[in-house]
């Protein structure tokens, strides 16, 4: 499995880390980050209407952050591969592990 050159996972880490991936807590509602789904139509300009939240309980990818932070993944490899600065703002100083 690789993400890129600076931030590449051995195969072993990678097994390790979908079988993370794979736990109740990434697959089995309610998730920690408290998403819902939301359900929408589009109008004529393809622009989302009537949206409605279902209140059902949706993952999200910093649910699958977390159980990876949470199992060990070091926090420089999951920083590195989401670059939080500039992409994608997951907390790796804080996630919710339960």
């Known amino acids: 499995m690789a993400w890129g050159a600076s931030n590449w996972v051995a195969p072993a880490a990678a097994a390790s880390h979908s079988t993370q991936l794979g736990q109740p807590r990434t697959t089995t509602a309610p998730f920690g980050r408290g ?11 393809h622009e989302p209407i009537n949206l409605v939240d279902t209140g059902d309980s949706a993952p999200c990818f910093a649910d699958f952050l977390d159980a990876l932070d949470c199992a060990g993944v ?3 490899v999951i920083d ?13 100083n804080s996630p919710i592990c339960h």
């Open 35 to 45: 998403y819902t789904r939301r359900q929408w139509d589009l109008d004529a300009n």
């Open 74 to 76: 070091s926090r420089s």
């Open 80 to 92: 590195a591969a989401t670059e939080p600065a500039t992409h994608y703002p997951y907390p790796s």
